[in-house]
């Protein structure tokens, strides 16, 4: 058995998850994730774990779009991503 904390952390991409699972199920093993409480080798469980692996694609999805979206006003606004980019930390730059 394999005990993963979330759907989320599993996979991010729901084909991708659906094949995995389906992968080891084939080698008869069963994957738990802990936070929804799903058992892969149950009847239901596929069922469920489609469905939650969609809505966290999409909630991967919007918070990647939101963080580009984020930079892109930044890069506009003349202010840096982040204080420690490349390495090198800015002083006194503002």
């Known amino acids: 058995m394999v005990i993963t904390k979330s759907i989320s952390r599993f996979a991010r991409n ?13 080698w008869g093993v069963d994957i738990f994730f ?7 080798m149950s009847g239901d469980g596929e069922l ?6 969609s809505y966290a694609q999409e909630e991967s999805r919007s918070a990647s ?7 892109k006003r930044n890069f506009e606004e003349g202010m840096p991503w982040n ?3 490349l390495g090198y930390l800015m002083k006194n730059c503002l």
């Open 14 to 26: 729901t084909v991708t998850l659906l094949q995995t699972v389906r992968d080891f199920k084939a």
């Open 34 to 40: 802990e936070e929804q409480n799903i058992h892969t």
């Open 83 to 85: 204080g420690a980019m």
């Open 48 to 53: 469920m774990m489609t469905i939650l692996a």
């Open 65 to 71: 779009e939101n963080q580009k979206w984020r930079i």
